[in-house]
Structures are given as C-alpha cells and as structure tokens.
C-alpha cells in the first residue's frame, strides 16, 4: 500500500509539472459605453404614493432626453456621467400641483458596479448593476431651482450582441439643500434606451515584459588573432 501511495505521488507529480503554464487575467467586459436613453421624471411632491401614475406624475417626452457615458474600472466598478433634460407640462402633477410649465435639466457623477462578472460568462446577455453618486438639477419654476442631489438607483442591461444592449433603470435623486428628506426637491428618475460598448484593447504590451525591462546585458566576444 506504501509503495502504491510514492507511484501514485509521482506520477501526480509529473502530471502537474507537464502542464503549461497559464496567467489568470482581470476579465473586463468593456472599455467605454455609451447610451441614449428616453427619460421619464416622477416629481409629484410624494414620497412613496403615485409612484406609477403614469398618466398624472409622468414626465417623458417622444424622443430621447438622457446621454450617459461609462468608464469601466475592474472587477464590475466603473464611473458614469449623465446628463438629461426634461419638460414638465401642464397638466401633469408637480410638487402637488397642476398647471406648472417648466423644465428640468440634470448632470450626474455615479459609481457603478455590475454583477456581470459573479456569474459570466453563464449568463453574459444580463448585466444588473447598481449605481450610487452625486449630481445637480435645474428646476427654472420650482422654489429652489438650483439643487445638488445624492443618487441612488439600479438598472439591468439586455445584450444583444456583444456590444449592443438594451437598459432599463431607476434612480431616486435626494436634495441636499436646503433640507434631506422632507423637502420636494426629491424626485425620481427612471430611464430606457440603448447602451453600445466598446471592447478593451488587446495585444497591450505588459509592463513586465521581459523584452523591456533588460536587466542583463551581452557578453561582447572578441576574437584573438589567429585563434578561434
């Protein structure tokens, strides 16, 4: 039995030592993405009520509204910029009221992280992810048009290829001036459109290539007259 278990330990041996060698890579999904999406804003005055009243708290116009640029990182993190306009009407409900003509204008900086990388590549035409950031909005009819805001939300998005997709997503945006929470400058965002990627770079030289790093230099070989 002993001299079974030293056979079986070489050739295990062995076998580990025939195999080649092969380097783990970060898996990155992308390098940039870019996206258009329509935009509707629910800015009725209520905190949680008529979240899905469409009809009366619904802002969205026929065309889209929101551009986002994405820079990924690694491991699922990366930054995001947006920016969006929107037209209130009339007849919608704003900060509890009806009859106010206005417009909305935002930018935002959010982080980003996806869940892409827990379960690719099984399911690589899902990619859910959630956001956190920062950003500001213009409000020209509301008492306090200049507000800075804190995001929150999520979104998941639809490949359908490898570099074009389909986004749906959600954001509650809190002011921070001049009250947090019981103020109605808080208003929701949600978003859908199309998202397009582009692949990172490959081929990139590797900073430890040995080919760039020479540690050691030639031995110069002269020869003797009449030697070898």
Do not use: C
């Amino acid at each position: 039995m002993k001299n079974l278990l030293i056979i079986l330990s070489v050739i295990a041996a062995h076998y580990a030592y025939a195999q080649p060698y092969k380097t783990i890579k970060v898996y990155r999904p992308y390098k940039w993405m870019f996206g258009i999406h329509w935009a509707v804003v629910e800015d009725d005055g209520s905190k949680f009520e008529n979240i899905f009243d469409t009809g009366n708290s619904w802002n969205v116009a026929p065309y889209p509204t929101n551009i986002t640029v994405d820079r990924y990182f690694i491991y699922g993190w990366s930054m995001e910029f947006g920016a969006r306009y929107t037209e209130y009407l009339d007849s919608k409900r704003i900060n509890d009221t009806t009859g106010i003509n206005s417009i909305n204008f935002s930018f935002d900086i959010n982080g980003k992280y996806s869940f892409y990388n827990a379960y690719a590549p099984r399911a690589r035409w899902i990619d859910p992810y959630l956001t956190f950031g920062v950003g500001y909005t213009y409000r020209d009819a509301i008492v306090e048009p200049h507000v800075p805001t804190v995001n929150l939300g999520g979104g998941i998005n639809f490949w359908i290829i490898n570099s074009l997709g389909i986004r749906l997503s959600s954001q509650a945006k809190f002011a921070v001036y001049p009250t947090i929470w019981e103020t109605h400058e808080n208003y929701l965002q949600h978003t859908v459109g199309i998202v397009y990627r582009t692949a990172w770079e490959k081929g990139h030289k590797n900073s430890n290539n040995k080919k760039q790093h020479k540690w050691t230099k030639k031995q110069i070989r002269y020869k003797k007259k009449g030697g070898h």
